[in-house]
């Protein structure tokens, strides 16, 4: 299944799917499942604060526009009766302004390339501070309290780096890009 990108100030870019998990890391859901459809992507999440059930439908529009319908929503509001789900959020490029209305009427978030929802820059530097200190933990067994802590040339300590500076700066895209990369390491120290 090919990636929809999504241009975001600086030139870079970032794909539906890459906002699915940044949005999860910010909202604390941990995935419990991934199910490939026909049209997209199924994530079943868990609100570790609130515990409830969670799905984030990623839709790859095959239309040229790229434009979300009506029917999608429809097919995620059975999909979220059926299986019981507290929360639903839906990706996509673009929306039809019926999808629009539909997901209105049933509260489920819409994010696409025109809108995501706004984090504050602390509670993503937050985030990122977590993630590092878990890898941390991981890698070496500790957290480091001073520089000289780390071993060598650390790529989570790179990434640290880059992020205090990216914070300080005030660049959130950029932020977002190294909450990323500390997802990707994550994800690979899990499946080493």
């Given at each position: ?8 100030k ?14 999860m890391?910010m ?5 419990e ?7 997209g ?17 990623i ?11 009506i ?19 839906l ?17 489920i978030?819409?994010i696409?390339?025109?809108?995501m ?19 941390c ?26 992020a ?20 990707s ?8």
């Amino acid at each position: 299944m090919s990636s929809i990108k999504l241009y975001k100030k600086g030139g870079l870019k970032i794909s539906i799917q890459d906002e699915a998990e940044l949005f999860m890391a910010m909202r604390n859901y941990s995935c419990e499942e991934r199910e490939k459809w026909d049209e997209g992507v199924d994530i079943i999440a868990l609100d570790t604060a609130s515990n409830e059930k969670v799905l984030l439908r990623i839709v790859e529009s095959k239309s040229k526009s790229g434009f979300v319908g009506i029917d999608a929503v429809r097919k995620m509001l059975e999909a979220m009766e059926r299986e019981d789900y507290d929360k639903g959020f839906l990706f996509g490029k673009r929306f039809t302004d019926a999808a629009k209305q539909e997901l209105m009427q049933n509260d489920i978030q819409r994010i696409s390339e025109g809108y995501m929802p706004r984090f504050k820059p602390e509670r993503l530097y937050l985030r990122i501070n977590q993630y590092v200190n878990d890898l941390c933990k991981v890698k070496c067994g500790k957290i480091p309290e001073k520089e000289s802590d780390c071993k060598g040339n650390c790529r989570i300590r790179i990434i640290s780096d880059n992020a205090s500076f990216h914070f300080e700066q005030g660049w959130i895209n950029l932020m977002k890009k190294d909450l990323k990369q500390l997802l990707s390491l994550n994800n690979s120290k899990k499946s080493d």
